[in-house]
């Protein structure tokens, strides 16, 4: 038995039916679920706005756009794979206009495994893409951690008159004594400083 993975929500974009009733029944639902459809480009847009989608299709040419600023405008969303299906003769014109912002182009008829296999580099690119953001966002919380940390540090050194060993020492032991993080004791003193100064202000 596979190992269970998070399905991926999808919108198809088309103005065909026949594609809509073709891809609906050949994507497997363990994978891929809701699949919703849109039939202009208009249309996709507001179903993004309400439910962001991990996947969208976009089947050129559509009733309103022919789809390459569909794709580049829903590219902006990093977390949102797009696939382009053109005809075989416009593959190249669209894949250099459109492969710089990672939308990722497939030429037209295509074959129902090779699809699936183009959306599974997708899925495997949105979990890349979710853990290298939640890594960015660790970082970032403990850079403002440090941040906070040096500002209460320096807060005790010019009103208490203490060396930046002893700042240093208290946020610590304080931290250790409460049982909560450094940031927390940091972000106490620099607000309990802060109205200390309004009273004497």
């Known amino acids: 038995m596979p190992p ?8 198809l974009v088309t103005c065909s039916q026949k594609t809509s009733q073709s891809f609906t029944a050949f ?13 202009s480009a208009g249309e996709a847009k507001r179903t ?7 996947i969208v299709i ?38 250099y206009k459109t492969v710089e912002r990672g939308v990722l182009t497939i030429s037209k008829p295509m074959d129902k495994s090779y699809m699936l296999q183009c959306l599974g580099f997708l899925e495997a690119t949105k979990y890349k893409l979710a ?13 403002e951690d440090i941040s906070l940390v040096n500002r209460a540090k320096l807060l005790l050194i010019e009103k208490y008159k203490m060396s930046e060993a002893d700042a240093h020492r208290y946020i ?7 049982c909560v993080k ?12 802060r109205d200390i100064q309004k009273v004497k202000g």
Not at 4 to 11: E, F, G, T, W
Not at 131 to 143: A, D, P, Q, V
Request: hydrophobic letters at 40%; proline letters at 4%; zero cysteines.
């Open 172 to 178: 610590e032991k304080s931290a250790m004594d409460h």
């Open 58 to 95: 976009i089947d050129t040419p559509l009733k309103d756009d022919f789809g390459i600023q569909l794709a580049l405008d829903l590219s902006q969303n990093e977390m949102t794979g797009i696939v382009l299906l053109v005809k075989a003769e416009q593959y190249e014109h669209v894949y």
């Open 27 to 39: 994507l497997p639902v363990e994978r891929f679920s809701p699949v919703k459809v849109a039939t």
């Open 48 to 54: 993004m706005l309400d439910a962001p989608s991990d």
């Open 182 to 193: 450094r940031s927390k004791i940091a972000m106490d003193i620099i607000e309990n400083i």
């Open 131 to 143: 853990l290298m953001k939640r890594k960015s966002e660790t970082l970032e919380k403990r850079m």
């Open 4 to 11: 269970k993975i998070d399905r991926s929500s999808v919108i």
